[in-house]
């Protein structure tokens, strides 16, 4: 079975500083799929970036970069110049064909602060 | 034009009674999903539809019935709703297929049961 964990429940970070939030997994799958999505008090779900595992060189998307180390099954989100509008909750996801499905990992809530 | 829908945002009702949330998509996707959000927004997916036919259906109480009248369309039925029903439920629909596409969200419904 695959687990994706996040072990900070809570992160600060000023405006236009920088913030990585970290995010492990397990799986015994060679090809898969990872995703980090943020959920503001909207509570909608958004999509922030995503990374093939086959894919050697890291996702980005504007501000959002990812740190993906296969063999340490880690895909942290690093998120430069902060905005107000990032304070979220922040979830790591996985996903592989085999289950059809998405894992998600305990969510990280991040508050950016003036 | 909203792509996932779900009807209604919020729901109140009191333990033993039987509710229903609605699900669309307009975006001509074959897979849909239901996920439940608990009250430490820990997401877990319950169910997996492709082309009106169940795929996943992740050991949900046998009081959680999904509906498929067509593909656009995936419906979740409660019936005697008990207190730890109560959690933010989230429709989702990708393309499907093997290899992953990303999985649009809709704005979620809020059960609560008194």
């Known amino acids: 079975a695959q687990t994706v964990t996040q072990s900070q429940p809570e992160m600060s970070v000023q405006e236009a500083e920088t913030v990585t939030l970290s995010c492990t997994y397990d799986?015994?799958?060679?090809?898969?799929?990872l995703f980090w999505y943020k959920q503001p008090p909207s509570r909608q779900m958004i999509l922030v970036i995503r990374?093939?595992?086959?894919?050697?060189q890291n996702a980005t998307e504007n501000r959002f970069s990812v740190n993906f180390q296969k063999a340490a099954k880690s895909f942290s989100l690093k998120i430069s110049d902060s905005q107000l509008g990032d304070t979220a909750m922040y979830f790591c996801?996985?996903?592989?064909?085999?289950?059809?499905?998405?894992?998600f990992g305990t969510g990280t809530r991040l508050q950016v602060t003036l | 034009d909203t792509a996932v829908s779900q009807t209604p945002k919020y729901l109140v009702t009191q333990m033993g009674n039987d509710k229903s949330i609605k699900c669309e998509q307009n975006l001509g996707h074959d897979t849909m999903y239901w996920y439940k959000q608990d009250s430490k927004k820990f997401l877990k997916i319950m169910f997996s539809y492709n082309n009106k036919e169940l795929i996943i259906n992740e050991t949900v109480p046998n009081r959680f019935s999904p509906k498929s009248p067509d593909k656009a369309h995936l419906n979740l039925h409660i019936n005697s709703l008990e207190l730890g029903d109560s959690a933010v439920y989230f429709c989702?629909?990708?393309?499907?297929?093997?290899?992953?596409?990303?999985?649009?969200f809709g704005p979620g419904t809020r059960l609560t049961v008194l």
């Open positions: 990374q093939e595992a086959y894919k050697q």
């Open positions: 989702a629909s990708s393309p499907g297929g093997s290899s992953y596409n990303e999985q649009f």
């Open positions: 996801a996985f996903f592989t064909g085999t289950a059809s499905k998405l894992t």
């Open positions: 799986t015994s799958e060679n090809n898969y799929y």
